[in-house]
């Protein structure tokens, strides 16, 4: 359960015109600021050249002498982030990236963290600059699970000891739970959790135990899971189940203790085969081929 402090599609009493234009959908921030520059934009009527502005609710805006269409709902979308693109709207190195790969026919959308170039599954995305914020706060409480194959053979005792937390070259990583579900002759699979998803934390900390990641997926972030979700596509998850998780409808009821960081015990280990993912444990599920992360 995340912090009710925070509320879907609150109105705030005075804020940056380029956060508001981005908030309509239009553009990002950054291009907002690019526009207020060029004195496309007005405020009540008056052109102005600068993005230190802010205004409110009843402030009329234009674009190209165009009114600022009325803010959208605030909306997640489940999106299976697939190896070899970038989490980015641009890339310097000029690669693919997600955008690149989304329908055309979708409002602008933001990620929700970020998943490495060679990483793959789960990756939360919304229209709504706050609630990508407040879903990416460590205090939100929400542990992001992922299915990890390594290389070499496992010592259950070290990946045990990682729930005390690790220092690597002077960044300390916090409480991860890490299990090993099935060994093999060279590779192992294993579920990872954790909570603060640094930069490239797993790969960062498999390394550190002796062992290279050669395939890294997320299945889950907080209450949200990848579930059987195809690769490379997109899905809404519905405002009441939105709602609901972030303690706004009938879940607010519950209690809000943030839980311990865990890991379920499948029914069997296994490893991953080339699946869907079923389940937020990542128990692979009987079906079609599976296509091949910031991790």
């Given amino acids: 359960m995340t912090n009710q402090s925070f509320t879907l599609d609150q109105l705030a ?18 291009e907002a600021e690019a526009r207020i520059l060029d004195g496309r934009v007005s405020v009540n009527g008056t052109a102005i050249t600068s993005p230190a502005l802010n205004v409110s609710a009843s402030d009329k805006i234009t674009i190209d002498g165009k009114p600022l ?26 690669r693919e990236t997600i955008f690149d ?20 599954g789960l990756l939360l995305m919304t229209n709504d600059g706050d609630l990508a914020r407040h879903l990416e706060l460590p205090s939100t409480g929400w542990s992001r699970k992922y299915r990890v194959r390594i290389q070499g053979h496992v010592n259950e005792d070290q990946l ?9 070259e002077g960044i300390r990583y916090g409480e991860v739970v890490a299990r090993l579900d099935r060994q093999m002759a060279s590779n192992a699979w294993l579920t990872v959790a954790i909570r603060e998803g640094k930069n490239r934390e797993i790969r960062r900390i498999m390394e550190y135990l002796g062992h290279k990641v050669s395939r890294l997926i997320r299945i889950s972030y907080g209450p949200f899971q990848l579930g059987d979700l195809e690769d490379g596509a997109i899905e809404q998850i519905k405002p009441r189940v939105l709602a609901d998780q972030l303690g706004l409808g009938d879940a607010a009821l519950a209690a809000s203790e943030k839980p311990k960081l865990s890991i379920n015990k ?3 280990k296994s490893g991953p085969k080339r699946g869907r993912y079923a389940n937020h444990s990542g128990k692979p599920s009987r079906g079609s081929p599976h296509k091949t992360g910031r991790h």
């Fill in 160 to 168: 045990t000891a990682l729930a005390k937390g690790v220092t690597i």
């Fill in 266 to 268: 499948p029914a069997h």
């Fill in 101 to 120: 790969h989304l329908p055309r026919n979708l409002p602008r959308l933001m990620t929700v963290g970020r998943l490495d170039l060679d990483s793959e």
């Fill in 13 to 30: 009493e005075s804020e940056r015109i380029a956060k508001r234009i981005a908030r309509a959908g239009i553009c990002s921030r950054r």
């Fill in 69 to 94: 269409p009325a803010r959208e709902p605030a909306g997640l979308w489940r999106y299976y982030k697939p190896r070899g693109l970038v989490v980015s709207d641009r890339d310097e190195e000029n």
